[in-house]
T-cell receptor, first 115, second 114 residues
């Protein structure tokens, strides 16, 4: 099973709303990632969790708040977003660690529209 | 910081022709180089990858070559088919990170005409 599952697939939210994106993997991976992708652009790294601890935060605004409840789950809490935050949000996972590079598997993404 | 450049940004070929996409990276310690294919509205899908201890890797119609001295790597697709039409992203993993953080290229939109 090489699946990374994301919910919801589509989300429309107002600028005053609070919502969450969810991600799950059962591959035993110890690194999980949130990427943001705008149209016609490459995925842009937001956060990395390694062994359930926040390892990398790419200077993401505080209106995005990640959470890793356990090694299989990753959430992204959204609050007071702006219309320019509308994008495809991709969750990914990999074995993590080591020096040789591990395959990163992407979920199908959550399409977010902020109105 | 680390950077990956990708060329061309768009590529149009006739069905059956070959397509080549090139990337260069800045961090000489990078050790892992995957290629992703992304169809419209879908997730990036890994199509092939290569590690720094290998110069070339092939999987059916797809091949990747790596030149560590020049710090560039290329994707070769032979006998292209219309279903190869998509955006292709190269990426590099800098060795300096404990996680598998990837630096992505800017993407190449490949169109294969029947």
């Amino acid at each position: 099973d090489t699946e990374v599952t994301q919910t919801p697939k589509h989300l429309v939210m107002g600028m005053t709303n609070k919502k969450s994106l969810k991600c799950e993997q059962h591959m035993g991976h110890r690194a999980m990632y949130w990427y943001k992708q705008k149209a016609k652009k490459p995925p842009e790294l937001m956060f990395v969790y390694s062994y359930e601890k926040l390892s990398i935060n790419e200077s993401v605004p505080s209106r995005f708040s990640p959470e890793c409840p356990n090694s299989s789950l990753l959430n992204l809490h959204l609050h007071a977003l702006q219309p320019e935050d509308s994008a495809l949000y991709l969750c990914a996972s990999s074995q993590g660690g080591g020096s040789s590079g591990n395959t990163i598997y992407f979920g199908e993404g959550s399409w977010l529209t902020v109105v | 910081g680390e950077n990956v450049e990708q060329h061309p940004s768009t590529l149009s070929v006739q069905e059956g022709d070959s397509a080549v996409i090139k990337c260069t990276y800045s961090d000489s310690a990078s050790n892992y180089f995957p290629w992703y294919k992304q169809e419209l509205g879908k997730r990036p899908q890994l199509i092939i990858d290569i590690r720094s201890n290998v110069g070339e890797k092939k999987d059916q119609r797809i091949a990747v070559t790596l030149n560590k001295t020049a710090k560039h790597f290329s994707l070769h697709i032979t006998e292209t088919q219309p279903e190869d039409s998509a955006v292709y992203f190269c990426a590099a993993r800098p060795r300096s990170y404990n996680t598998d953080k990837l630096i992505f290229g800017t993407g190449t939109r490949l169109q294969v005409f029947p």
